[in-house]
C-alpha cells in the first residue's frame, strides 16, 4: 500500500512521541491532532441506523444525550427488505446527515451472525445468514462512503453475544468461523472497502480479536485486502505492543497516552520494531486525508425529508407473517379498536450505543386516526414497565373490543427485554401481553371479529396465541416512522414486501445454540458448528413457526420458466473464476402492485462432507405490476458451491449432485434444477458431532473436540487477579467491592431519578463484567496502570508487589 504525499510529508515531519501519539485517540471520538504540523483530527460517531453525535463529553453505551438525527429502521427491520439499493441508498443519506454534522466515519454497520435470538443486541445486527448479511453490510458501507464518510464494519470477529463480551473466549472451529462467522465482514470488505474494520473485545480461541495477527493482518489484510485501519471498540484493547505486531492501528478511546508510554519503552527496548509505527500511521493518516478532500464543502439536509425517506425504507422492511382469509389489509369503514401502549409510544429503536434522538417520531395510533379521519378507540391494555397484569387495564382493553369490528393488538419486548450489554433470559412476550391477548382472542373467537397483532421487538419471540389471531404484521424496531408505515401496510396503502432475515422458532429449546448460548463467563463454545439458524431447521427438518425468508403480500406471484446455462460443470473451471448464469420469470398474477423477493439456495444432494440441507447463495428483489412478468437473473461462482477444508486452509468444491433451488423462503421451493459438478474426489469426513445434533441431541466434548481438531483448550484460572479479571470477580476482595460500587455509582450519576431499567441494568452489567484495565482504557486518563497495579498487589495480597509499585512508580 503506497502513501500520498500528503501522508509521506506527514510522516517526515512528525517525531516519533507524535507518531506515537497518533495511535489513540484525542478523547472519546475524535483521532489525535498535531498542532505543530498543522494535523486536524477527524470525529467518530455511533451508527448504524443513524448519527449519535455527542456534543460534549462522550459515552459507548448511548448514556448521554447526542444531536437529533434521522433514526431509520435498525438493521433487524432493514434486512427483512432485502434491498441492496434501498440500504445503499439510506447510507447515501445517512452520509449527508454526516457531512452537515462535520463527522468523518460513521461506527457501522455490524454484520455478526444472530447465533441465537437470545443476543440482546441482535436488532442492531443483519441476519442469521452470512451471505445476506455480507451483501447488505457492503450496500451500506457503499451509500455512506459514496458521501466521503467512513463507515466501521464490527464487530470484528465471532460476537455473537452480550453476557461477559469484554472478556469472553469464542471457541469455534475453523471450518465454521471461516463459513459462517467471517464470511459477511469477507464480502462487505471485498466489495466495499470500509475506511475501518472495528475489532471486537472478546477473544478468539484463545487470543484477543485486538492482538490477533491472523484474524487481522493475514486474513482481513493480506487475505482479503483491506486498505483501511482497524480500529478497536471503545476500551478492546488488550496489549498495546502485540497489538501492533498484529496489525491493529487505533485505539479508542484516547487516556492521554497511557499505552503510548508502554509503546515508547518497548521500541526504546528494541521488543517492537519502529517501521510497524509508520505503517500504522500511514494508514491513519490515508484516512485523515480524506477529511481534506471534504472539510470546505458544506452540506445540509432536509429533515422533513429524510423523515419520509424513513418512512419509505421502513415500509419495505416490515413482513408479514399471517394473514388469514385475507384479513389485511384492512376496509374502509372498519370499527376498529387500538390495543397496546406500543401503538402511541412506540418502540423504535433498541437500547445502547446506537440509540439515537430522532427529529421527529410517528406512532401507529395517530397515523391511523389522521389515515381513517376517526378518533379511533384505544386503551393501553397493559404496563409496559412491568409483567404483572393489570386488571383495570385488561377490563378497559376488553370493553372497547367489544364493540369493534377489528382489533389491532399492538405487543411487543419493552426496553428492558432486549438491549446492548445484556442478553434475552427467553424468547417470550411479558406475561400480562400474553394474558390479555388471549382473553381478547376468547372474546373474538365465533364472533366474526378480526383480530390482528402488530409487533415491536427486535429479534424472534415465541408466540403461543399464533393460532388464534388472524393476521400478524412484524414491525421490528423500524425507526422513527415506523408508526406511518405500520398505519400504510395496514390500510393497504403500501403493498408489503418485507421477508424474514431469521428464522422464528417455535420454541428456545429448538434453536441450535440452546445447550450452549451465552457458556461461562470466560468461554462460550461453538458446538453446533455450521448449523446455525435454517441450516440447522432445514436441515433436521425441525418445525418452526416461521421460516427464513417468509413474509406475505397482498398479492400473489407465479415463478416459471427456470434457465439454467449449464447443467455439468468442472470444479476447477468454478474455481478458475467461470460464473455459471441462470434466469427464471417472475409474475404477479394478482390485483395490486407489489415487490417480491427471490432467493437461490443451493443444495448438495450427496455431499462426502457434512454440509447443511441448502444455503442462501443470491437474492433479488423486483417489483411488479398486476399481470406483469420480469425475468430474474443471477448469477453463482465458485464460492456458491464451496466449503472451507481447514486442514488445507483452502476453499474447495466437492464433486457431486447439486441443486438449484429458486424459493420464496427456505420452506417455499417453487423452481429447482439439478447440477452435475466433476472434480477430484474429496475424502468423506462426516463428523460425529453433526449426526447428534441434527438428531436432536447435546454434543459432547469428545464430539466437540472431533469438530475442533485438538483438546478443549482450558480457561484462563481466576487467580491471580490480573488486568483481565473483571469488577465483578474482583469484588470478592474488600478493595474490589469498593471500586465496583464507585464504578456503578459515578457512571449512574448523571441518570439519578431515571426509570429506565433497561439504562440500569446495562450500567450495572457492564459494570460488573468489565476487565480492571478498562479502569484505564476508559477512564480518559484518570486512572493508570501503576494505580491499576496497586490495587491488584492488595486484592492479591502481594506486599512486595505493592511495595514495588509504590517506591518506584512502576507501570503496570
Known sequence: MSNSKFVTDMLEKMTLDEKISMLSGEGFWYTQSIPRVNLESIMMTDGPHGLRKQNDAGDHLGLKESVPATCFPTA??????????????????????????????????????????LC??????????????????????????????????????????????????????????????????????????????????????????????????????????????VVTDWGAMNNRPKSLE???????????????????????????????????????????????????????????????????????????????????????????????????????QGTGSSQIIPTKLDNAYTQLCNYTGQILPYATGFDTHTETPSEQLEEQALE????????????????????????????????????????????????????????????????????????????????????????????????????????????????????YFPGTPAQVQYREGIFVGYRYYDSADKEVLFPFGHGLSYTQFDYSELQVEEQQLEAQELLDGKKLNFSCKITNSGDVEGAEIVQVYIS?????????????????????????????????????FAHFDADSEEWKIASGNYEIRVAASSRDIRLSQELKIIGPQIEGN?????????????????EFEQLLGHALPQPEPARPFTLNSTLGELSKRWIGKILLKFVIK??????????????????NRSAVEMPVRGLVLMSGGMVSFRTVGIILAVANRQPLRLLKFLLKKSSY
Not at 746 to 763: N, P, R, V, Y
Request: proline share 4%; with cysteine; net charge neutral.
Open 746 to 763: 459515578e457512571t449512574s450519576k448523571e441518570f439519578a431519578g431515571s426509570d429506565d431499567e433497561a439504562l440500569k441494568e446495562m450500567i
Open 400 to 515: 372497547i373490543c367489544k364493540g369493534a369490528s377489528t382489533i389491532i393488538f399492538f405487543a411487543g419486548l419493552p426496553h428492558i427485554k432486549e438491549s446492548e450489554g445484556f442478553d434475552r433470559a427467553d424468547m417470550t412476550l411479558p406475561a400480562n401481553q400474553n394474558q390479555l391477548l388471549a382473553k381478547i382472542a376468547k372474546l373474538v373467537a365465533n364472533s366474526g371479529k378480526k383480530l390482528i397483532v402488530v409487533l415491536s421487538n427486535g429479534s424472534p419471540i415465541e408466540m403461543p396465541w399464533v393460532d388464534n389471531v388472524d393476521a400478524i404484521l412484524e414491525a421490528y424496531l423500524s425507526g422513527q416512522a415506523g408508526g406511518d408505515a405500520v398505519a400504510k401496510i395496514l390500510l393497504g396503502k403500501v403493498n408489503p414486501s418485507g421477508k424474514l432475515a431469521e428464522t422464528f422458532p417455535l420454541k428456545l429449546e429448538d434453536n441450535p445454540s440452546f445447550h
Open 604 to 640: 448438495h444432494k450427496d455431499s462426502p462432507i457434512d454440509k447443511p440441507e441448502q444455503e442462501l447463495k443470491g437474492f433479488r428483489k423486483i417489483r411488479l405490476l398486476p399481470g406483469e412478468s420480469k425475468t430474474v437473473e443471477f448469477e453463482l461462482d465458485s464460492r456458491s
Open 120 to 229: 440482546g443486541r441482535n436488532f442492531e445486527y443483519y441476519s442469521e445468514d452470512p451471505f445476506l448479511a455480507g451483501k447488505l453490510g457492503a450496500a451500506f458501507v457503499n451509500g455512506v462512503q459514496s458521501r466521503g464518510i467512513g463507515t466501521s464494519l464490527k464487530h470484528f470477529a465471532a460476537n455473537n453475544q452480550e453476557y461477559h463480551r469484554l472478556v469472553n473466549d469464542s471457541i469455534v472451529d475453523q471450518r465454521t468461523l471461516r463459513e459462517i462467522y467471517l464470511t459477511a465482514f469477507e464480502i462487505a470488505v471485498k466489495e466495499a472497502q470500509p475506511w475501518t474494520v472495528m475489532c471486537s473485545y472478546n477473544k478468539i480461541n484463545g487470543t484477543h480479536a485486538s492482538d490477533n495477527k491472523w484474524l487481522l493482518n493475514d486474513l482481513l489484510k493480506k487475505e482479503w485486502g483491506h486498505q483501511g485501519i
Open 246 to 348: 498484529a496489525g491493529l492501528e487505533l485505539e479508542m478511546p484516547g487516556n492521554k497516552g497511557q499505552n503510548d508510554k508502554i509503546v515508547a519503552d518497548a521500541i526504546k527496548k528494541k521488543k517492537l520494531d519502529p517501521k510497524l509505527i509508520d505503517d500504522a500511521v500511514g494508514r491513519i493518516l490515508t484516512i485523515v486525508e480524506r477529511k481534506e478532500l471534504f472539510k470546505n464543502r458544506r452540506y445540509s439536509y432536509s429533515r422533513k425529508e429524510h423523515h419520509n425517506i424513513a418512512s419509505e425504507i421502513a415500509c419495505e422492511s416490515l413482513v408479514l407473517l399471517k394473514n388469514n382469509n385475507n384479513a389485511l389489509p384492512l376496509p374502509d369503514g372498519e370499527n376498529f379498536a387500538i390495543i397496546g401502549e406500543f401503538a402511541t409510544k412506540p418502540r423504535y
Open 76 to 117: 433487524s427491520a432493514l434486512a427483512s427488505s432485502w434491498d441492496v439499493e434501498l440500504i445503499e441508498n439510506m447510507g447515501k443519506d445517512l452520509g449527508n446527515e454526516a457531512r452537515s454534522e462535520g463527522v468523518s466515519i460513521i461506527l457501522g454497520p455490524g454484520v455478526n451472525i444472530k447465533r441465537s435470538p
Open 686 to 702: 462426516k463428523l460425529d458431532y453433526a449426526k447428534t445434533l441434527l438428531s436432536g441431541n447435546k454434543v459432547s466434548d469428545s
